[in-house]
């Protein structure tokens, strides 16, 4: 199968990708460490849910 899709971020491999929010100005799919970074830096405060078993 041809997909190759890659964190925009860290550019490794996406398993499960994670689309970033519209005011993050990011284009393209993250993973999952990138995106809960993101989460935290944008919304320290805030609880969004992540699925961490991704290692
Ligand atoms: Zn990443």
Given at each position: ?55
């Amino acid at each position: 199968m041809g997909l190759k899709e890659k964190c925009t971020i860290c550019n490794e491999k996406v398993k499960q990708r994670y689309n970033p929010m519209d005011e993050w100005g990011i284009e393209g799919i993250m993973c999952g460490k990138c995106y809960s970074k993101k989460v935290h830096e944008h919304y320290p405060g805030d609880h969004i849910r992540v699925n961490k078993d991704l290692d």
